[in-house]
C-alpha cells in the first residue's frame, strides 16, 4: 500500500477497530477475528488470526472513504513511538465523531439542481425504507426460526439422532458381517 512497514500487536487493531465505529457509524466496521482468551497461543490461530486481520487491512485499503481517514492513516504510516502515542490521544479526543463527522463534509461550489437533488433523495428515501422493512422482516424471520429449533424442530432432530444412534448400536453388535459401503457402490 505505502511501502512502510509498521509492527502492529492485536490491541492496536483493536484500538483501531473502536476508534472507526466511534467516528463513522454509519458506515459498517468488518469485525476483528477473536483473540483468544487464555491459554497457549498456538502457530494456526496465530497465522489463522494473521490471515483475518491482513484481510482487514486490504478492505479498509479499499474502501473510499475509511482508506482516507487521519486514524488509519497514522495506524498505517506511524512509525516512531512517541508519534504513534500522540497520534492515539489526538484520534481520543476527535470531535467529529458519529453524526457530528457531517459537520467535516464541504458543500460544492456549484449550484445543484433542485430537480436532481430531489430525484436523489428520493432514490435514498425509497432505498431506506425498503431496507427498513426488509430488515425488520429478516428479524421476525430469524425470531420464528429460533422458537421453531428451539421447539418442534428440536424434538424432530433429537428423534432423528436417537434413530440413527440405535442403527448404530444394532450395527455394532453385529461388527463382523458388516458390509462396507465400498462394496455396496461398486459396479
Given at each position: 500500500?505505502?511501502n512502510i512497514?509498521?509492527?502492529?500487536?492485536?490491541?492496536?487493531?483493536?484500538?483501531?477497530?473502536?476508534?472507526?465505529?466511534?467516528?463513522?457509524?454509519?458506515?459498517?466496521i468488518?469485525p476483528?477475528?477473536?483473540k483468544?482468551?487464555?491459554?497457549?497461543?498456538?502457530?494456526?490461530?496465530i497465522?489463522?488470526?494473521r490471515?483475518?486481520l491482513?484481510?482487514?487491512?486490504d478492505w479498509?485499503?479499499?474502501?473510499?472513504?475509511?482508506?482516507?481517514c487521519?486514524?488509519?492513516?497514522?495506524?498505517?504510516?506511524c512509525t516512531?513511538?512517541?508519534?504513534w502515542?500522540?497520534?492515539?490521544?489526538?484520534?481520543e479526543?476527535?470531535n467529529?465523531?458519529?453524526?457530528?463527522?457531517?459537520?467535516?463534509?464541504?458543500?460544492?461550489?456549484?449550484?445543484l439542481?433542485?430537480?436532481?437533488?430531489?430525484?436523489?433523495t428520493?432514490?435514498?428515501?425509497?432505498?431506506?425504507?425498503?431496507?427498513?422493512?426488509?430488515?425488520?422482516a429478516?428479524?421476525?424471520?430469524?425470531?420464528?426460526?429460533t422458537k421453531?429449533?428451539?421447539g418442534?424442530y428440536?424434538?424432530?432432530?433429537?428423534?432423528?439422532?436417537?434413530?440413527?444412534?440405535?442403527?448404530?448400536?444394532?450395527?455394532?453388535?453385529?461388527?463382523?458381517?458388516?458390509v462396507?459401503?465400498?462394496?455396496?457402490?461398486?459396479?
Open positions: 500500500f505505502n512497514q509498521v509492527s502492529r500487536r492485536y490491541k492496536h487493531f483493536d484500538w483501531l477497530h473502536e476508534r472507526l465505529q466511534e467516528k463513522f457509524t454509519l458506515i459498517p468488518p476483528l477475528p477473536d483468544q482468551i487464555s491459554g497457549r497461543y498456538d502457530e494456526q490461530l497465522e489463522r488470526r490471515v483475518q491482513q484481510e482487514f487491512v479498509m485499503c479499499k474502501h473510499p472513504v475509511l482508506s482516507k487521519e486514524v488509519w492513516q497514522h495506524f498505517l504510516t516512531d513511538e512517541k508519534r502515542k500522540a497520534g492515539k490521544r489526538q484520534a479526543r476527535d467529529l465523531l458519529g453524526l457530528n463527522y457531517c459537520i467535516s463534509l464541504v458543500v460544492p461550489e456549484k449550484a439542481l433542485q430537480s436532481q437533488v430531489d430525484h436523489i428520493e432514490q435514498c428515501h425509497t432505498f431506506i425504507n425498503s431496507m427498513d422493512t426488509s430488515v425488520k429478516v428479524t421476525s424471520m430469524c425470531v420464528v426460526q421453531r429449533f428451539q418442534p428440536k424434538t424432530d432432530c433429537q428423534k432423528v439422532g436417537e434413530a440413527f444412534y440405535s442403527l448404530g448400536n444394532a450395527l455394532s453388535l453385529d461388527e463382523g458381517s458388516i462396507s459401503t465400498s462394496k455396496l457402490t461398486s459396479v
